[in-house]
C-alpha cells in the first residue's frame, strides 16, 4: 500500500510504501473494541460515595431501653434504616474500573486499526516539520496538504518533537502523538492520519507483527540458534563415552564338583 509524501513546505513528492507488518493485517472488529472498550474503562472514575455507619455525624448513643417501651429495638442514630443515618451497600469512590489485556492483543487490535484506516486512504506521510514554532506555518502546512477542516487530525512523530508539538498546541483538533504511544482510539477517532517518514519504521519496529521462523521458533530479527564451539563438543562427546555401561563380566564356573 503507497501514500502521497508531503515535505516541510508542502510539496508533494514521492510515494511511500508501507509495512505490510503494520498496516497490511487483518482487521478484528471485536478485538479492536475490546481494546478501546479496556482503554476507556482506564480513564472511567467513580464519584459516586456514600457514607457508612462509621463516617455518619452522630452520637453512638443507644436511642432507648431495649425493652419494656412498646416500640422497635434501636440502636444509634446512625443506623442506616433512620432519616439522616448512613447509608448501607452504597457507592464507594475506591471502585476500580481497570480491565486487563494480554500484550499481543493490545498490539494485534492497535495494527487492526492502522490497517483499517489505511484502507480507507486517510494516511499521509510527511518528510519533515522543521524546526520553527510556528502555529500559522503548520495550519497553512495542512492546507496544502488538502486537509481543509482541521478536525480531528492526528500527527504521529519519531519521540517527542517539542516544535511540532508548540505549533499544534494551539489548533483545535490536531494531536501529536509519538510512535510508541499510538493507541486504538486514538488511531480511530481521526479523519486524517499523518505519519512522519521516521515514525512509521519506529512504529513499525515497536508494534509490527513479528516473523517466526519455523525451524528454530525464534523471530528472524534476533537470528537463529548459536553454534556450539570445538570445546563444547569435545565435553559433549566425552560426557557420551562416559555413559556407555561396559558389559558385566559372568562368573566362572567352579571347576570342582562335590561328589
Keep these: 500500500m503507497n501514500i502521497d509524501v508531503y515535505s516541510a513546505t508542502g510539496t508533494k513528492g514521492k510515494q511511500l510504501t508501507l509495512p505490510d507488518s503494520l498496516f497490511g493485517q487483518d482487521v478484528n472488529y471485536g478485538l479492536m473494541h475490546q481494546a478501546v472498550v479496556r482503554q476507556q474503562s482506564g480513564r472511567r472514575q467513580s464519584p459516586a460515595h456514600v457514607l457508612t455507619r462509621s463516617e455518619v455525624s452522630g452520637s453512638t448513643k443507644k436511642l432507648f431501653e431495649q425493652k419494656h417501651t412498646g416500640r422497635a429495638?434501636?440502636?444509634?442514630?446512625?443506623?442506616?434504616?433512620?432519616?439522616?443515618?448512613?447509608?448501607?451497600f452504597g457507592p464507594r469512590n475506591v471502585k476500580n474500573y481497570e480491565k486487563d489485556m494480554p500484550k499481543k492483543m493490545r498490539q494485534a487490535a492497535l495494527r487492526s486499526c492502522l490497517s483499517l484506516q489505511a484502507g480507507k486512504g486517510i494516511v499521509t506521510g510527511l518528510e519533515a516539520f522543521g524546526d520553527a514554532i510556528k502555529t500559522k506555518a503548520l495550519v497553512q502546512l495542512l492546507g496544502k496538504m488538502s486537509i481543509?477542516?482541521?478536525?480531528?487530525?492526528?500527527?504521529?512523530?519519531?519521540?517527542v518533537n517539542k516544535p511540532l508539538v508548540l505549533s499544534a498546541r494551539?489548533?483545535?483538533?490536531?494531536?501529536?502523538?509519538?510512535?510508541?504511544?499510538l493507541n486504538p482510539e486514538a488511531v480511530l477517532h481521526a479523519r486524517h492520519l499523518i505519519f512522519l517518514t521516521d515514525a512509521i519504521e519506529e512504529a513499525d519496529?515497536?508494534?509490527?507483527k513479528k516473523h517466526v521462523t519455523a525451524n528454530t521458533g525464534k523471530t528472524a530479527e534476533h537470528g537463529?540458534?548459536?553454534?556450539?564451539?570445538?570445546?563444547?563438543?569435545?565435553?559433549?562427546?566425552?560426557?557420551a563415552t562416559k555413559a556407555v555401561k561396559k558389559p558385566a563380566t559372568t562368573k566362572k564356573a567352579d571347576s570342582k564338583k562335590s561328589a
Design 224 to 239: 537463529g540458534l548459536k553454534s556450539e564451539g570445538p570445546k563444547k563438543k569435545e565435553k559433549t562427546e566425552k560426557k
Design 170 to 181: 494551539n489548533v483545535p483538533g490536531v494531536t501529536v502523538v509519538p510512535a510508541s504511544y
Design 73 to 88: 429495638r434501636r440502636g444509634d442514630i446512625r443506623s442506616p434504616s433512620l432519616r439522616g443515618g448512613s447509608k448501607a
Design 148 to 159: 481543509e477542516n482541521v478536525r480531528n487530525v492526528l500527527i504521529v512523530s519519531k519521540g
Design 205 to 208: 519496529a515497536i508494534f509490527g
